[in-house]
């Protein structure tokens, strides 16, 4: 690592491995690329053997990556698709997301606000990386630090955001590590927000739902999760969170399955790079009591 050792504490080892995830998309998996994603191997500066770790060996790991590409590619046309109508976009849990880095143009042409939420520590860590790159904060990009035990939603309207005006809200990789009341928490706060508005968040399926020959990636994942501290605490079917964020005030939720991601963005691939449906997406939207327009 170029970092220094204290540097690297403050990097969530998660976020990490999906940054690697993203970067092994491009590196071992030929194209067309789902999501062209290297900026966040550079944030975080693995040395040279990265390749050879267990999580990135390229066969076990290739439907796992491809859900973690998939996901991040529906969250950045949903956001590009919402165009000036919605100008506040919010990644809870940001981690190493890249979206600002990657795709300033569609800031530029909709006067996108994006604010990443996230622990102070990691959040720390990889302003200092944006600067030691010459990568930069634009004025455009909040970084939220904030305690998810206590108001973080407050600091987000601080920092920044207007309840009053639509926004797309993201949380990927998140629900698995809350307990489902915190989880219907966070559902309510963000169908508070104004009409027009939009959640997209994923859910982890039980282990009985995942397709036989991914249940092992599963197994270990959720045993890696609690040796490290951080145990997976909720998982969902699609029923149940759909139900979930129709209590919590949502008035339109639907399940986004893995078949849907993979006509999607994999159709016609032969290799195997495919999402499974261990990790699924659920879109929820506040909508005028008059409806609004086709899910997209």
Known sequence: MTDTGEELAA??????????????????????????????????????????????????????RASIVARARFVEDL?????????QYVVL???????????????????LRVFEVDRPGPQAWKRRRLMDLGLGVPEWLRLVPVDFEGDWW???????????????????????YLTREAV??????????????????????????????????????????????????????PS????????????EARHVPAEELDRRYFEGRTDGVRPSRGEELMLARITAASGGSPWP
């Open 184 to 237: 219907a928490a966070t559902f309510r706060l963000v169908a508070g927000l104004a009409p027009g508005s939009t959640l997209v968040t994923t859910f982890l399926r039980p282990l009985e739902d995942v397709e036989p020959e991914q249940r092992p990636q599963l197994e270990a994942a959720v045993a890696g999760a609690r040796a490290a501290g951080t145990p997976f605490l909720s998982f969902f079917r």
């Open 240 to 251: 149940e969170i759909l139900a979930l964020a129709r209590e919590s005030g949502f008035r």
């Open 79 to 87: 956001v590009e698709e919402a165009g000036r109508g919605v100008d």
């Open 11 to 64: 990097a969530d080892h998660t976020a990490v491995r999906v940054a690697l995830w993203r970067a092994l998309h491009v590196r071992a998996d030929p194209p067309p690329h789902v999501l062209e994603d290297e900026i966040g191997l550079r944030l975080a500066a693995p040395d040279g053997g990265w390749r050879e770790r267990p999580d990135m060996d390229v066969d076990a790991t290739r439907r796992t």
């Open 93 to 111: 849990g940001a981690g190493l997301d890249t979206f600002a880095q990657r795709r300033p143009e569609v800031a530029a042409s909709s006067g």
């Open 154 to 176: 407050g600091r987000l309207v601080e920092a920044g955001l207007d309840p009053a005006r639509p926004a797309v809200v993201a949380s990927t990789g998140v629900t698995m």
